[in-house]
DNA sequence: TCTGGGGTCCTAGGACCC
DNA sequence: TCTGGGGTCCTAGGACCC
């Protein structure tokens, strides 16, 4: 008990209070870190992936060109489009050595992907000196990664992250304490970390178009829009409350592999499929025994011409890392799949893991039954 | 714009248990 | 006989992020 109530003292404290927060998000990562190795694309339009553009440099930008967009069409936009092969081990390389220099400018760094990281520096930086401080930070990844880095300041996460995403590319903005809610208003509710086009399209289709819209119209309203998860986490954002915790420590949970078939993927057998499965679950039964993890539940992923998606998992008495083990259940899970793949078409199988066995895994929940 | 590979979190219903 | 209040676990689908 009184683990828990420490526990629930540093949760809420840290999450009811504005804090200091950076957000440190590279610009353009994979295509910064071809063209930092690769003088000569430097300059020039640059994709890393030619069937699917998996980072866009900025010149490829200028010319229309977006990551996640089809090969095909950023060629016909940018016809001198440069197109490299992916290099992830040098992607892994460069965002370790940006985040030991993340490091050493705030006690606490979460990770939040491969290539952007908040950072807390309530306790370490007076609040007139947090502009220096990230300019520090922006000067010191450049001088010893040699890559472009955008940084937001603001009060919590949310501000942070949305302020990089303004001051890109290689820029600052630092929003001050008083200015969130100036700051926040006037944007599209499509700009807050978390609401995407989906949610977006319900909120634009119910009236509210900009966060003010969704401060005015209250918590009850956009839990009925949005869910009460979501619906709550913006009303918070949009009255300035929403102050999520910057976690240091985030364990994994799940792994996963999948393969994109193509139009082809219409035609394959049950066993070629099969044998594709058997591929994936190899691989994941290779990363999960390299971290020394087991899961208990197996998930098939579908998805389909139409772009419909389709889901079918079984658990396991047992946690378990072992692909032939894995390949089993997968086998079953794809046999139970058998009638909605005859009439829809695949086009991508996939191979996730989820129930990690592990000792600490747990929650405590607080009821509060507040009117 | 016609789409890769890796993740996280939320919602909801059902079966079961005391 | 019907029911309150408290739980657990599993499955499936959806939205979102980089």
Known sequence: LHGARAWCEHVFVSRSAPRLILHADLDAFFASVEQRDDPGLRGRPVSVGGGVVMAASYE????????AMGGGRARRLCPDLVVVRPRFDAYVEASRAVFAVLDRFAPRVERGSIDEGFLDVTDVVAWPDVGAHAAALRAAVRAEVGLPISVGVGPSKVVAKVASGMAKPDGLLVVEPDRELAFLHPL???RIWGIGPASAQKLHRSGIRTVGDAARCGDAALVAVLGRSAGRRLDAIAHGREFQRVQTARR?????????????GRTLTHEEIAGTLEGLVDRIGRRMT??????????????????????????LPRATADPAALASVARTLLNDARPVIASRGL????????GLDREDDGQLVLDLGLS
């Open 60 to 67: 490829a930008r200028a010319r229309g060109v977006r990551s």
């Open 290 to 315: 390299g971290r020394g993890d087991a899961g208990r539940t197996v998930v098939l992923r579908l998805r389909f011409g139409d772009f419909t998606r389709a889901t079918r998992s079984r658990s």
């Open 188 to 190: 599209d509710v499509g």
């Open 347 to 354: 086009t991508l199988v996939g191979i996730t893991i989820t």
């Open 252 to 264: 994994r949970r799940s792994y996963g592999a999948q393969r994109a078939l193509g139009s082809r």
